[in-house]
């Protein structure tokens, strides 16, 4: 796991150690607008020419999901792990307070809004279990801890999914999310990895 201290940390995304997690999420959202359309491109290309930290079995389930806002675009990542022999998924929302369903995707499958407007596979498409599950964020600190959007739909299905032998949580971030610490409670559900634009962090051991 990367190391570092609380000062350099804290200056990424311009929020103090001490931040609620309300602070915290509007710092690192803002760290994430702060980046220009091309910097927010490069960025996913970069995630997608390093890869994951790990091999990844030929027929393993790889869930992405659809980018809403600023995240970054975990699309090229996704693509790069199809074409080494991966199958693909994006989640689907079916009712607030519910953990995630994924159903199978593929590149240039059509894909229409959720009940949030988020573009999910058809309902048609397979609903499958997966293996890595690469989740957006708001900010995340060197402990594996993540800020969402609060309404914690992927507290819930990562701690569904943990109970699988093998399962992998990935957070995707522009470096500029990093916190000094989030301020995490006991139903929160820590990461496996974090991947940036520049570093990828292993929380496994921590």
């Given at each position: 796991?990367?190391?570092?201290?609380?000062?350099?940390?804290?200056?990424?995304?311009?929020?103090?150690?001490?931040?609620?997690?309300?602070?915290?999420?509007?710092?690192?959202?803002?760290?994430?607008?702060?980046?220009?359309d091309a910097q927010?491109?490069?960025?996913?290309?970069?995630?997608?020419?390093?890869?994951?930290?790990?091999?990844?079995?030929?027929?393993?389930?790889?869930?992405?999901?659809?980018?809403?806002?600023?995240?970054?675009?975990?699309?090229?990542?996704?693509?790069?792990?199809?074409?080494?022999?991966?199958?693909?998924?994006?989640?689907?929302?079916?009712?607030?307070?519910?953990?995630?369903?994924?159903?199978?995707?593929?590149?240039?499958?059509?894909?229409?809004?959720?009940?949030?407007?988020?573009?999910?596979?058809?309902?048609?498409?397979?609903?499958?279990?997966?293996?890595?599950?690469?989740?957006?964020?708001?900010?995340?600190?060197?402990?594996?801890?993540?800020?969402?959007?609060?309404?914690?739909?992927?507290?819930?299905?990562?701690?569904?999914?943990?109970?699988?032998?093998?399962?992998?949580?990935?957070?995707?971030?522009f470096s500029g999310?990093?916190?000094?610490?989030?301020?995490?409670?006991?139903?929160?559900?820590a990461l496996d990895?974090?991947?940036?634009?520049?570093?990828?962090?292993?929380?496994?051991?921590?």
């Amino acid at each position: 796991m990367a190391g570092g201290d609380d000062e350099t940390q804290s200056r990424m995304s311009g929020a103090p150690a001490t931040a609620s997690k309300a602070d915290l999420r509007t710092a690192g959202l803002a760290a994430r607008e702060a980046l220009s359309d091309a910097q927010r491109a490069a960025a996913g290309e970069a995630l997608a020419k390093r890869g994951l930290p790990f091999e990844v079995k030929s027929g393993a389930v790889v869930a992405g999901y659809s980018p809403i806002r600023s995240e970054i675009d975990p699309a090229p990542l996704m693509r790069k792990l199809a074409s080494e022999g991966a199958r693909l998924a994006l989640p689907v929302i079916t009712a607030r307070g519910q953990s995630l369903r994924f159903r199978l995707w593929h590149p240039g499958d059509r894909l229409l809004p959720g009940p949030l407007g988020i573009l999910e596979p058809s309902p048609a498409a397979a609903e499958i279990h997966p293996d890595i599950v690469l989740v957006p964020l708001a900010a995340f600190d060197r402990t594996g801890h993540r800020i969402g959007y609060g309404a914690g739909h992927y507290d819930r299905t990562l701690a569904q999914l943990h109970k699988s032998k093998g399962f992998a949580a990935i957070g995707l971030a522009f470096s500029g999310q990093e916190v000094a610490a989030v301020p995490a409670l006991q139903h929160d559900v820590a990461l496996d990895y974090v991947l940036t634009e520049t570093k990828a962090f292993d929380f496994r051991s921590s």
